[in-house]
């Protein structure tokens, strides 16, 4: 069946007219007499007129017109077919996702698009056997994240684009995985040199042309908790610590999960977030206090250290956490 071809603007005479009334109180307040007699109303309904013949040309499209269009979107060299199948193929391939261009693009692009890409070459390249499918990706314009400080880092570089990406347990073979991690296992994940090469290499195909391209792994914030908390009398304290700290892990886990897909890339944490995560736990009662820390352990060049926020009362609020960082949970509570 045809592809049916959409009315481009299927405005006509009348509402032309009505759409330009409605403006004048807001355009021209002092314009008062919308009567037909006016002479600036009788210049809205002469243009009204006009647009009215111009879109009905618009909606008009001649198959000669039609071939160029199509051999503009193909190639020089393309051959006509049938005309409604062309037009149906190429509108089809336009919807398709293939340039990287915004934010959304590169994202997309480098987990489902290259997910299901490493799935079929690594049948063929033995060597792709073994790297994992990308869980996650984050796209930061302006951004060089393969700077070496973290000031380089947050410099605004108008040519650069980075995508952050979190590797999943998996490799391609055989299947695409469904769940990458357990919400308890709140490790740092880094990629892999091969998968970082893999999807620079796919992505190098679809970037714009003037676009410096980059792809890192994660710089994590290592985020521990100190809590002051009240238990019900007959909760066992060993218990509820069994509880907490796997609680904590999977609120801060960098990859998707049943329960979710991972915490935000660059989401502050606030100590609200984690009284809402722990106040389903039972056998807890109440908690007094939440005081979250960050630390990193020396030479660990993937892991930042996020700045306390505090209210302007003095009270703590959170951590503040950058675009590129994505916080996980560090130790258990204390």
């Known amino acids: 069946m045809p592809l049916q071809l959409p009315d481009l603007d299927d ?11 409605a403006r004048i109180p807001t355009d021209a307040p ?43 979107l193909n190639a020089p060299a393309w051959e006509t077919g049938d005309l409604g199948d062309e037009t149906r193929n190429a509108v089809l391939g336009i919807r398709e996702r293939y340039r ?33 499918l990308v869980a996650r990706a984050h ?26 990406i979190v590797p999943a347990a998996e490799t391609p073979n055989p299947t695409p995985p469904t769940v990458p991690a357990s919400a308890g296992d709140a490790t740092d994940p880094q990629p892999s040199q091969a998968q970082m090469s893999a999807l620079l290499t796919f992505l190098d195909e679809r970037r714009m042309l003037t676009t410096k391209l980059h792809v890192v792994g994660p710089f994590y914030v290592h985020v521990s908790a100190q809590l002051l908390i009240g238990r019900n009398a007959d909760a066992v304290e060993e218990d509820l610590t069994d509880a907490i700290n796997p609680c904590l892990a999977g609120l801060l886990n960098p990859l998707p999960s049943a329960s979710g897909g ?32 960050s630390r990193c352990a020396q030479g660990d060049d993937k892991c930042v250290v996020a700045s306390p ?26």
């Open 11 to 21: 405005r006509r005479y009348n509402d032309l007219v009505a759409e330009a009334l």
């Open 30 to 72: 002092d314009w008062t007499n919308h009567n037909p007699s006016d002479p600036g109303i009788t210049l809205v309904e002469l243009f009204a007129y006009l647009t009215d013949m111009l879109l009905y040309r618009l909606n008009r499209v001649t198959d000669d017109n039609t071939r160029k269009f199509l051999k503009l």
């Open 100 to 132: 990287a261009v915004t934010k959304d693009d590169y994202e997309f692009l480098s987990t489902e698009s290259f997910n299901a890409w490493l799935i079929d070459a690594s049948t063929a390249s033995p060597s792709l056997a073994s790297v994992n």
């Open 139 to 164: 796209c930061v314009p302006q951004r060089d994240l393969e700077a070496g400080m973290e000031t380089d880092r947050l410099a605004l570089r108008p040519e650069h684009v980075s995508v952050v």
């Open 262 to 293: 991972g915490w935000p890339f660059g989401r502050d944490v606030f100590a609200s977030d984690i009284y809402g995560a722990l106040e389903k736990i039972a056998g807890l009662d109440f908690i007094a206090d939440v005081m979250l820390d």
């Open 309 to 334: 926020i505090w209210h302007a009362d003095g009270d703590f609020i959170g951590l503040a956490v950058e675009e590129h960082h994505l916080p996980v949970f560090e130790r258990p509570i204390e």
